[in-house]
């Protein structure tokens, strides 16, 4: 068993490295990297009032990643959400939401297909990076088949890869985003690598 799976693994390294990305795709800068890079990019759907993204930090200086411009006399202070999007484990600092204030009243967007919903029609790359992420995609701009795209009227297209397991087996995609609904699909375009230190991306 030790000796298929770097065989196959070097099969498909092979079949992968015989693809191209189109010309077409430019290189995603390696700044969008960084989900929380990504939230002020967000044109919401709906109109708020204001908004914030945070997490769960318990200091509240800490937990605000970001927040729209407000009127000076409008604050809103809920309590915490149990769970959030990017939920990464269980306790402080693990997770991530929003909070919005629309007609006065206060609104949480606490998982994956609430973030989707606030997201809404899909107005640039950040945002598509984003939808792409609540379906357990990421990017690594280093590697045109992780960090590439191409844009149009209808669709954003996206090379980005998933990790999984440990040893973490890492995977490229196409993924391809309808601007107007949000809908995804992606398509393998094989593994292309292993991290035999159990770290995922």
Request: glycine residues 6%; aromatic residues 12%.
């Amino acid at each position: 068993m030790r000796v298929l799976f770097p065989a196959l693994l070097l099969l498909c390294g092979m079949v992968f490295g015989q693809k191209a990305v189109p010309s077409d795709f430019k290189k995603i800068p390696e700044i969008l990297d960084n989900i929380d890079l990504l939230y002020p990019f967000i044109v919401p759907d709906k109109d708020y009032a204001y908004w914030r993204v945070l997490n769960n930090d318990t200091d509240y200086e800490k937990a605000v990643i970001y927040e729209s411009q407000a009127p000076d006399f409008m604050t809103i202070n809920e309590p915490v959400p149990e769970r959030g999007f990017f939920q990464k484990c269980i306790g402080n600092n693990c997770f991530s939401y929003i909070l919005a204030c629309k007609n006065d009243r206060s609104v949480y967007f606490s998982n994956e297909q609430q973030l989707r919903d606030f997201i809404g029609t899909v107005d640039n790359l950040p945002e598509a990076l984003l939808i792409a992420a609540t379906y357990g995609y990421s990017i690594d701009p280093k590697n045109r088949f992780t960090g590439s795209y191409k844009m149009d009227e209808k669709y954003i297209s996206i090379y980005g890869l998933q990790s999984k397991g440990c040893p973490a087996v890492k995977e490229s995609f196409l993924i391809t985003i309808n601007r107007k609904t949000g809908k995804l699909e992606a398509k393998s375009n094989g593994v292309y690598a292993r991290d035999e230190n159990c770290i995922s991306l």
